[in-house]
């Protein structure tokens, strides 16, 4: 699967950005899908992941009640809606998609097989 995320950007804090992930080259809706993010200096970390179906979605505690995770297995495309974002989230955000290994999404990068580029999100105050 090649994966292509788009959609970061430069915002003030408060404000909102839509990321995208377009797949391609494989069966888009057999994986599981993950947002990731790096700060520098810090190790990548979980924000948002959605099931191949599409039914269950999960957020890291700093995602909850601002980002929203959903996918399109139409289009093969998942999308991070990004609100009331905040200094902190500036990141380079990473999709990332694995096989439905387990009963849940998986919260760490190795559990995801195939990754994009990355898109840098900067959130100034």
């Known amino acids: 699967v090649q994966l292509q995320a788009s959609g970061g950007g430069l915002v003030q804090a408060g404000g909102s950005l839509r990321l995208s992930c377009a797949a391609s080259?494989?069966?888009?809706?057999?994986?599981?899908m993950g947002w990731f993010r790096q700060a520098p200096g810090k190790e990548r970390e979980f924000v948002a992941g959605i099931r191949y179906s599409g039914g269950s979605t999960y957020y890291a505690n700093s995602a909850k009640g601002r980002f929203t995770i959903s996918r399109d297995n139409a289009k093969d495309t998942v999308y991070l809606q990004m609100n009331s974002l905040k200094p902190e989230d500036t990141a380079v955000y990473y999709c990332?998609?694995?096989?439905?290994?387990?009963?849940?999404?998986?919260?760490?990068?190795?559990?995801?097989?195939?990754w994009g580029q990355g898109t840098l999100v900067t959130v100034s105050s």
């Open positions: 990332a998609a694995g096989p439905p290994k387990y009963s849940t999404v998986v919260t760490t990068p190795r559990g995801y097989d195939y």
């Open positions: 080259g494989r069966t888009f809706i057999g994986y599981d």
